[in-house]
């Protein structure tokens, strides 16, 4: 097994590691001849387009009670969060655009669950709709039994703009009539749909979770936990409030994330820094870590949070060997900030190939890696 390296753009390695994660290898391997071509006619085309309008009025909720509200309903054991503060419109795959900055390229992550739908009328009904505010949380990182993206329990929620509820609500119904496999849960009826792959296989399941809410998962626990907590609500949260990631975090910010490394059987998590055998550096004593963007989207901060006192010389040793590249070479900065904290700061635009490879560390330290 190898571990996919920095090479292609990042919007390519976002798509090919969601649609390898539910379409199988035989699939992907089509995928990345296609993507080859493309890459080849033009290496700064995103696959997908620029980020939407601007909400309408009704729909003028703030970001932090939205965010707050959806935390709320994501099983407690949840370890990661991002967060999609800022409005976008969700294209086809078959639709390309010229992405400008990071935004651009990280809203690529929630479009692409959304093209893996095995459904075109589905696809199309979606098509050009705002989305104003999204949220996806994961746990259970674990690497997969051969080819493929790590697998992991999650679920992307898309909150979309009043206007577009009833179209939402009719796609997902037509959808939910096409589907090979469907569950009911409470007065919720999701639709299945199940991939093949080399040692097993994976799972989708979409629902409207309520109106102008639509939910995606890669796990049927994890998706109704989410509905049996927005409906009958906790006071244990995924994330908790005191997390000391929270104290590091730009909640204001376009685009954040939040992981907190799971101190429970970290053997098995392999893109978790306390695992002793895992692909990322050996920390240990390895907390957890955010990231966000800045307003301008040019710039992504990322502060990782450790109690070893060796944190900053891991994260300089593990650039340079794994990804054979210096931090001065992807145009960003490390130091360490305070204790326990190391602050990374990488300036966007400058270099197409520098702003992939950072990004793709962070899919990495995210917890979505690629085994080819």
Request: glycine letters at 6%; one cysteine or more; aromatic letters at 10%.
């Amino acid at each position: 097994m190898t571990l996919i390296y920095p090479g292609c753009r990042i919007d390519l390695f976002l798509g090919l590691g969601m649609n390898m994660y539910l379409g199988g290898f035989n699939e992907y391997c089509k995928k990345v001849r296609r993507s080859i071509a493309t890459l080849l006619v033009a290496f700064g085309v995103a696959v997908l387009a620029c980020l939407g309008k601007a909400s309408e009025a009704d729909d003028n909720v703030s970001a932090f009670s939205q965010h707050t509200r959806l935390l709320e309903w994501l099983p407690a054991d949840t370890e990661e969060i991002i967060v999609f503060n800022q409005p976008f419109s969700l294209r086809s795959p078959t639709t390309p655009n010229r992405g400008v900055n990071i935004l651009d390229t990280i809203h690529e992550l929630p479009r692409f669950w959304v093209s893996t739908v095995p459904d075109e009328d589905f696809l199309r009904a979606l098509d050009g709709k705002e989305v104003i505010h999204a949220l996806q949380g994961a746990k259970d990182f674990r690497a997969p039994q051969g080819f493929g993206g790590t697998h992991f329990a999650g679920a992307l929620l898309l909150c979309f703009a009043a206007k577009s509820n009833a179209a939402i609500f009719q796609a997902v119904n037509l959808l939910i009539e096409h589907a090979p496999q469907k569950l009911e849960v409470d007065d919720h009826t999701i639709a299945v749909f199940k991939f093949k792959e080399e040692g097993g296989e994976r799972s989708l399941l979409i629902t409207v979770v309520e109106p102008g809410v639509l939910g995606l998962s890669t796990d049927q626990a994890y998706l109704e936990e989410i509905l049996r907590r927005k409906r009958q609500p906790t006071h244990e949260r995924a994330i908790s409030t005191e997390l000391p990631e929270w104290q590091h975090v730009d909640v204001n910010s376009p685009v954040w994330a939040i992981r907190h490394y799971c101190a429970d059987m970290p053997e098995l998590d392999p893109t978790s820094p306390r695992c002793p055998k895992g692909w990322m550096w050996r920390d240990p004593a390895a907390i957890g870590f955010v990231a966000y963007c800045d307003q301008s989207g040019n710039a992504l901060i990322v502060k990782y949070l450790s109690n070893s006192e060796s944190a900053n010389d891991l994260l300089h040793q593990y650039w340079k060997q794994f990804w054979s590249v210096s931090y001065q070479e992807i145009q960003s900065t490390i130091k360490q900030q305070s204790n326990g904290i190391v602050e990374i700061v990488a300036k966007m635009g400058g270099n197409a190939k520098s702003d992939a490879t950072f990004l793709e560390i962070l899919m990495w330290m995210l917890g979505y890696g690629i085994v080819v």
